[in-house]
Structure formats: structure tokens, C-alpha cells
């Protein structure tokens, strides 16, 4: 297979090298774009030094199997049409193209059946929906989802590696806030994105338009709060949710997530530090309020779960690897 | 006055210390007491130093104005009715006595009249229910509250020095983990207390019941995840209320939280840090979800309005100081 990583050297286009080695996806030719200031880098796939390119539009109209983009809305905005008329398959890790109704936004385990036969740019989710659909959609199909409360404990990395130098720098003594709106070390920041005319966040509208869209589902009620902490790697999420058809038992609900594809419960408390790396979801502290409510905590990489991961299990469905 | 503070050597003692200074509470004679390893040691009070000395039942028998207690459940249990029989008053911020029904559980500004004519044990609520309670008691008043859903972001000087050593440690590298059950430096731990039968933590209860008491209506439910974060001073709370009568306009309870004493409504998003080491509970981002419910985030210095100055205001309302 020929891929083409366009923002390779952010974040997530590293870790999405990273995850193309990590599950032995057979690539054959791999290309990394990024912008004119980041264009000589070198990067390692497999042991092979790869050479990083200037993104261009000429570039877009070659012909690779899979285009994955993580260079922000901008730029997919302005290069991802080119290449899907081009005849390729982008998946688009930005927000562009996430609420369109003609792109298909996918979580592959929850709605992996919309790749087939599909054409054109595919919208990977945001971060924090991706890990709290993935330990819903199962309780969702049982039981119909009707409210979801969620606080979010979101890692530096979801802002780029920008921000984790920020902090870095911050946790150095450094007096530097220019990603975050408020000094992020030692604090927590309860605003990510910008606040909307109805008070909720861009992010938090991220979540309550996301999910409904995942699970195919308008009707269901999503009322976040979104935080960002001092946590390099690893977001949380503190949810309390209510079913249409009561549940009764929380074994109920245990039973669900469990049955939940690439979700991993836990009777331990588990932290974003000790799962940072991994691709799995993990649920702990579940617990029943009454009969159609319980609240739990999850936990996922960001940056591979929520975003890099997440891309190339969309890859591997469409190659036929998965 | 006479005042005494048991515990003086520890992070709320040390912070009582401050706030009789800062408020001009005319004391005459400050004795501070600790464990005989703390004994010894020199604090300073409004210039003037103060020997440490080591806490006995004798020197409870003595008469004080106000004793002041923030040693911990056990020394309470021991010290403090010794206190009470031998005619003191004794303001106590462990969670040993707080849900006694002959106990007073007082945040002045909310149910000071139970102070009036009062004499023995008072306790002081824990600092994440005060923060909370104060936010909502005008709301209550008016709209009656129903469901509280509350997520926490505590910092880590609510578990006392040794937790803040604990932290500043890990973040000089020290591979440390003594008070809290796991790393905190970039991380976020669910859990503070120990989990109980139903799965919701000992200090998730301490929000359940304590909200009750203090608001004097066992109707009021109330769902925390409580969670620690790597921040030193300030603790943050993303809080949900459902009220009992329907509030339909937002401002109607801006305009009560507006009205709360000691509460400050802020349009800005208020952080932690910027608000460590204030007497207020600052309000923001708050936000409609339907005619009877709302959301809405609040920080305040958990040492002091959580802690040491709840105290001392329950002191200057019993000594007719405020």
C-alpha cells in the first residue's frame, strides 16, 4: 500500500506512524507531508529514515491508497477536496468535514459499516467523543441512551505539541502562556475552544453533535463540561448517563461494556498515566444511581485511541486488514 | 479571646493562623498545639512568635474562648469532647462529628442561626461540600433543588503537607507514592477516601450527606465523582442542579447566585490558581440546560473558604464579631 501522512511531524501524524508500525500495517510506500517550516525533516518508519516533503496541491493529485490528514481544519479544508477528487481516500483527523452530512464520521467498531464501498474523505472524531461512544455504543443499542452528563480531565497532547511544551516549559519555571488561555501547570482550565452564544464550548459542542452523529441518534442529550489538565498524555471523563429502558441491574450495564469492542473494564481505578500508549478503553468506578442511571469513569490515550488509532483501524477496515 | 488551635502545625492550622490574622480577630492569647513531634516548633502570629506545644487532655481542660481543631478524625474523637465537658467551644474541621444529628454542621453565611446560643462541638463541612453549598443555597431557597451531579478537580493540599510534598516530589522526579494510592504529577486520580459497597467513595458520601445536613432538606440528591488533580491550592467543581420548581430564565439564578454572600458571579472562566488564597467561591460558565436545570463551574481556595475560613467565621458569628 502507498500512504501519505499529511502533518506528520504533529503529534498525531507522529503517532500515527507509530500505530502503522505498532498493528503491521503493510505499507509499501509511505510519504510525509507537512509545511514548508517542517519540510526536511527526517522520521523513522520500520527502521527506514523517510524524508519529510512540503504539502502540496500537486502532491494530493497523486495516487496513494490512503491520505491521512492531522494537520488541522485549514489545511484539510483546503487540500483534503483536492486529493478526494483526485480519486483518494482521506481520512480527516480535523473538524472540517466532521458535521457534513454527505462524510461519514466513523468509530469503526460502532459504525465501521458506512466504509463500505465508500469513496472520498471519511471524518475521523474528536478525541473525547471517540472514547466516550466506545464505552457507550453497546449500552446505547441495549438499552437506548437518553442523557449523557460528562466532565472532562483532558491531556495537554490534545493540543498539539505546542502545548505540551507549554506546560513543559511552564513546569521549568517558564513564565509562557500562548496555546492555553491561562497558565495550564498547577491549574486546570475549564474552557477549550471558545464559548458559544448558549454558554457551551466549541468542544462541548464537538461532543453533543458527534455522538448523535456516531450513534445515528438525535435524539440523545449530551451536556458536557470541558477541562483541561496538567496530564501530558491520557484524557478522562467523568459521565453520568440515563437510559430510555431502565437497566435495573448495573450488572446489566457491566455486561455491556464489556461486550464493547477494544473497551477494557475495570473493577480497579485506572488513570490516564498508567494506559498512556495503549489503544484500548478503560471503564472503572461504575456504579448505579437508580434504575435507568448509572455513572462511571473512563479513561484512553488521546492521542492514539482519540485520534492516530482510530485513523488506522478506519485504514485497516477499508484494506480489508480488520 | 483565648483562642486555641489544635493541629496548628498542619496545612489548615497553619492557614487559621493566617485568617485570625487577616480578619483582625482580636485575640489575646493564641495557644497552638500539635503531636509531640511537632512540638517545639516557632509559628508566628501577628508578629509575635508562638511556641508549639504538645496536645494533652489537661490542656484541654484549661478555658479557652474557642478551640480550633484540625488534627484529623482521631485526635478529634479524643480531644475534642474532653473540649466540650469542660465547658469550651470547639470548632472542629475533621469529619469525626459531622454527622452526629446533635452536632451543628455549619457554613455561617447558610445556617449560622444554629450557632445562637450554642455551646460544645461544631463542625466545619468538608471543603468540597462548602465550596458547592455556598453556590447553590440561594438557589435552593427560591427554587428548591432536586439532583445535584458534581465533578470535582481536588487539589492536592486538601490531603495536607505531606500530599503537597508528595507532588512537588514526584515533579522533581522522585519516584514517590506514599499518601496518595497513586502518581498525581500529570495525572488525575477518581479517587479520594476509599470506595464503599456501592461503589460511590467515602468522600463522595461526605458531599451526599453534608450537602443535606447543612441545606436542611434530606430530599436533595446529590452525585459527585470526586477526583484529584495535580494542582496545589484551589480546588474546581463542574456542577449540574435540577431544581424542584422551574427556573426557566438563566439570569434568575445568576441573580441568586449574584445574591449569595461570599460568592463572586463572574462572566470570565475563573481558575484555581488566579483564585488561591481568597475567602470567595467564584462562579462561572454558567450555562441553562432547560427550564429546571443548569450547569455551571466553581473554584475557591479549599484551605481557606473550604477550610480555615469557614472556621474562623463560625468563630467571629459566635463571638458577635460579624
Known amino acids: 500500500m502507498k500512504i501519505g501522512i499529511v502533518g506528520a511531524t504533529g503529534e498525531v501524524g507522529r503517532a500515527m506512524i507509530k500505530v502503522l508500525e505498532d498493528f503491521k500495517v503493510p505499507v509499501k510506500e509511505l510519504k510525509l507531508f507537512a509545511s514548508k517550516k517542517s519540510s526536511g525533516k527526517i522520521l523513522t518508519f520500520n527502521d527506514e529514515k523517510i524524508i519529510v516533503e512540503e504539502l502540496t496541491e500537486d502532491a494530493m493529485k497523486l495516487k496513494y491508497d490512503f491520505l491521512l490528514f492531522s494537520a488541522g481544519s485549514d489545511v484539510s479544508k483546503k487540500f483534503a477536496p483536492i486529493a478526494a477528487k483526485y480519486g483518494n481516500i482521506v481520512i480527516d483527523n480535523s473538524s472540517a468535514f466532521r458535521m457534513n452530512k454527505d462524510i461519514p464520521l466513523v468509530v469503526p467498531e ?36 437518553d442523557e449523557i452528563f ?8 490534545g493540543a498539539g505539541y505546542k502545548a505540551i511544551a507549554e506546560l513543559q516549559k511552564q513546569l521549568n519555571g517558564e513564565n509562557i502562556t500562548s496555546v492555553f488561555p491561562k497558565q495550564i501547570a498547577y491549574n ?16 462541548e459542542y464537538k461532543m453533543i453533535n458527534e455522538t448523535r452523529k456516531i450513534l445515528n441518534d438525535y435524539t440523545i442529550k449530551v451536556f458536557p463540561t470541558t477541562v483541561r489538565v496538567p496530564v501530558f498524555y491520557g484524557h478522562s471523563e467523568a459521565v453520568v448517563v440515563k437510559t430510555k429502558i431502565p437497566f435495573k441491574e448495573i450488572s446489566s450495564i457491566e455486561n455491556e461494556i464489556k461486550n464493547s469492542k477494544d473497551v477494557i473494564f475495570s473493577d480497579e481505578v485506572i488513570t490516564p498515566i498508567e494506559i498512556a500508549g495503549t ?42 486488514l480488520s
Not at 110 to 137: D, E, H, R, W
Open 188 to 203: 486546570v482550565i475549564p474552557l477549550i475552544g471558545d464559548i458559544t452564544v448558549d454558554g457551551f464550548s466549541t468542544e
Open 150 to 157: 460528562v466532565s472532562t480531565y483532558q491531556a495537554v497532547s
Open 279 to 320: 489503544d484500548y478503553v478503560y471503564v472503572s468506578r461504575l456504579r448505579k444511581i437508580d434504575e435507568s442511571r448509572f455513572a462511571f469513569w473512563n479513561v484512553a490515550d488521546n492521542i492514539r485511541v482519540g485520534a492516530a488509532t482510530n485513523a488506522i483501524r478506519i485504514l485497516m477496515v477499508m484494506a480489508g
Open 110 to 145: 460502532i459504525n465501521g459499516y458506512l466504509l463500505n464501498n465508500y469513496k472520498g474523505i471519511i471524518a475521523n472524531p474528536n478525541c473525547s467523543t471517540i472514547q466516550m461512544v466506545l464505552s457507550l455504543y453497546k449500552v446505547h443499542e441495549k438499552f437506548g441512551i
